[in-house]
């Protein structure tokens, strides 16, 4: 068992739509939680930053985190076409330096 | 957040050459930088952490002659895949290490040897 679990995809939605994009994770000292956006041919983009449980918003974004189910989540509001990109979960046990942990990377295509 | 540049965004080569890729961290102080290997339609797999003024840590698998890192500075971090062979051509991408685990990711290099 991986210690990350994120489906692939691809994911297609509508223009408009709510995306539920979500991870597992195995390791209970995992605590801070990160999802990255990567276009293709490009280095990752740090979106959003979350430290332990409970939601975080940052305008269409928002992170969640349910630490006794292991289980974290990104909803993305009223998608765009420039939203199209490959969404990576990742997760770390704290301390600076330390390696982080990442999820396969769910492929989204949203359409116009 | 911090801005990190690579150098060259591209690079071809003939099999047996060696190729350098520099990692910049240019607004941040970068004692821990990570070098990271991405195949098509993969994830990220973490090759070595590189430890400013000491030797980097290898994952399991890399092998540490192969690809060389120098840490000599905090803004900079190079990956040298020595003796490159068609099987080394890749997307390499290095990241700074920010504040409580966050890494920022330079924009990737992307290696064919030829």
């Known amino acids: 068992q991986k210690e990350v679990e994120q489906d692939p995809g691809p994911l297609s939605v509508p223009e408009g739509a709510i995306v539920s994009l979500n991870c597992t994770y195995s390791?209970?000292?995992?605590?801070?939680f990160m999802w990255y956006r990567q276009y293709s041919r490009k280095g990752p983009e740090l979106l959003m930053y979350?430290?332990?449980?409970g939601n975080k918003e940052d305008g269409r974004f928002t992170a969640q985190v349910d630490k006794s189910s292991k289980y974290i989540s990104l909803f993305i509001r009223d998608s765009q076409p420039s939203d199209s990109a490959t969404y990576l979960c990742?997760?770390?046990?704290?301390?600076?330096?330390?390696?982080?942990?990442f999820g396969a990377g769910t492929i989204l295509r949203v359409k116009s | 957040g911090a801005v990190v540049s690579q150098h060259p965004s591209r690079v071809i080569c003939k099999s047996g050459t060696s190729v350098k890729i520099e990692c910049r961290s240019l607004?941040?102080?970068?004692?821990?930088m990570f070098w990271y290997r991405q195949f098509p339609k993969q994830s990220l797999m973490l090759m070595a952490t590189?430890?400013?003024?000491?030797?980097?840590?290898?994952e399991q698998g890399v092998e540490k002659d192969k690809f060389l890192i120098n840490h000599a500075s905090l803004t900079l971090s190079t990956l040298t895949v020595t003796s490159a062979h068609p099987e080394d051509s890749s997307f390499y991408i290095c990241?700074?290490?920010?504040?409580?685990?966050?890494?920022?990711f330079g924009p990737g290099t992307r290696l064919t040897v030829l």
């Open positions: 990742a997760m770390s046990a704290g301390e600076y330096g330390n390696k982080l942990v």
């Open positions: 590189s430890n400013e003024g000491s030797k980097a840590t290898y």
């Open positions: 979350t430290y332990s449980s």
């Open positions: 990241s700074s290490g920010g504040l409580r685990d966050t890494q920022y």
């Open positions: 607004d941040f102080q970068a004692t821990t």
């Open positions: 390791n209970s000292a995992f605590q801070y």
